[in-house]
């Protein structure tokens, strides 16, 4: 069988093959506190951060409230999510609110190597490449929140990875920070796991379940990535093309939406009877995988659980059946499995490859069962306008906190938060909104500027 490609094949083979780590880089202002792919693909990188700010206003927004107060002066944020054009714009409010920066990837393949050259050139610290190993990855993490003089006081997580290695190598620090904002499914359930166990010793803000992330970075985010990221890899025509969804929450919602319309004949697969009985509704076969697996042509799985898509149910898939992921880590498809020696494993092109079985058949594994969206296209800006706004003012709200307003718990952002957020992405639509009168706020017991909606509200 062929020896599996070392993870830098999926950068630019044009790079060299130097590990960042070995090398001696300096921005221009002289330091090196960071550690990206190449620091002279900066300007690129800038010119991709200021694509992204044209299509994140309320970011900007808060930046232009910023010039007077500085809500977050005096903040050390350690971050670790993916390093994207995105990101980085919520980074630079992140600075332009008062805070110090120091930031991780947390997935060794969506880092946008321009982008961290970029960032680390304008002074962040960044340890940050596309195509880390496991071991760079925790280097990376490491060198975030190891350094002399410097002491986090506010950690961003998106996986929990970042919260993990800091409770497993330096749990003094919990002692300086105020609190943990989480923005996936993953790390919130990690987190109150934490809590369950009593070893939660920071304020938490899971800022998944907030519903400007579930709605939109979820739904209409996947709605429009799970076609993209297909089409990138694999130029598939999604017509009359049989489809099975592993889970109908958000996500999955989004992926359905868009393979019915393009005219694909699209399976749910679902544990849950509401989330089951909604996909009835919306027009799609609930059925098992079992029932579908030797007939579809395509499996996504989106349901943030394990072990959804066994070897079993790989080895009754039919030839040329395509495998991916659109949920946060890779375990949902029992990738390991695959590492055996009667299969045949071919790279095909960056982040797609064959899995060939002793008769020849194979099956099409794209990004090796990690993100689809992220790891193989982009994600729409706006909808991470949204997700970045609410992480900032979760920060915000947990930072300036005063003493004994959030215990060692995990929390929703206030609705009323939620609402801003929104709010702050109407004018980019040219949407007016109506305003109660007096007798119509009194008569439905709300306050005329909100919430207008119950926190349990979804």
Not at 206 to 235: A, H, P
Not at 279 to 298: H, P, T, W
Not at 312 to 340: F, W
Request: net charge neutral.
């Amino acid at each position: 069988t062929s020896p599996l490609p070392a993870a830098a094949s999926y950068t630019d083979s044009s790079d060299d093959e130097t590990s960042p780590r070995d090398k001696q880089q300096k921005n221009s202002k002289g330091s090196s506190d960071f550690c990206v792919k190449n620091i002279k693909q900066a300007e690129f990188g800038r010119r991709e951060i200021e694509i992204a700010e044209q299509e994140m206003p309320a970011l900007m927004a808060l930046r232009k409230r910023a010039q007077g107060e500085k809500p977050l002066a005096g903040a050390k944020i350690v971050g670790c999510t993916h390093i994207t054009a995105q990101t980085a714009v919520l980074m630079e409010t992140l600075g332009a609110l008062g805070a110090q920066c120091r930031w991780a990837a947390c997935n060794i393949y969506s880092t946008l190597n321009e982008v961290a050259a970029a960032l680390a050139e304008s002074g962040f610290p960044v340890f940050a490449w596309k195509g880390e190993s496991e071991d760079d990855f925790w280097w990376c993490i490491d060198r975030c929140v190891n350094v002399e003089g410097w002491q986090p006081n506010m950690i961003l997580d998106d996986g929990g990875d970042l919260t993990h290695w800091i409770y497993k190598k330096y749990p003094n620090m919990f002692k300086k920070i105020k609190g943990i904002v989480e923005e996936s499914v993953t790390g919130v359930h990690r987190l109150y796991q934490l809590s369950k166990a009593g070893k939660l010793c920071v304020p938490a803000m899971n800022v998944n379940d907030s519903v400007t992330k579930q709605k939109f970075d979820n739904l209409y985010c996947c709605r429009e990535s799970i076609l993209d990221g297909l089409k990138r890899t694999t130029d598939m025509m999604f017509g009359g093309k049989q489809v099975v969804v592993c889970g109908y929450g958000e996500v999955g919602k989004g992926c359905c939406a868009a393979l019915k319309a393009m005219g694909s004949i699209v399976y749910v697969t679902e544990i849950d009877p509401i989330c089951a009985l909604q996909a009835c509704m919306d027009g799609f076969r609930l059925v098992k995988l079992n029932e579908v697996i030797r007939q579809v042509d395509i499996v996504i799985t989106c349901t943030g659980n394990k072990n959804v898509v066994t070897r079993e149910h790989l080895d009754r898939m039919k030839n040329s059946c395509i495998v991916c992921n659109m949920g946060h880590s890779n375990t949902e498809i029992d990738v390991a499995s695959l590492r055996t020696p009667e299969l045949t494993w071919e790279r095909v092109r960056s982040q797609v490859d064959h899995v060939i079985w002793p008769d020849g058949k194979r099956i099409v594994l794209l990004a090796e069962g990690r993100l689809l969206n992220l790891s193989c296209s982009t994600v729409p800006t706006f909808v991470l306008s949204i997700t970045a706004t609410t992480q900032a003012l979760a920060l915000i709200e947990l930072y300036n906190a005063p003493e004994g307003r959030y215990k060692q718990d995990v929390y929703l952002l206030p609705k009323k938060m939620d609402e801003y957020v929104a709010s702050l992405h109407l004018p980019t639509f040219d949407a007016h909104l109506t305003e109660l009168t007096d007798e119509q706020a009194k008569y439905l017991g709300l306050n005329k500027n909100g919430p207008f909606k119950p926190n349990y509200y979804r």
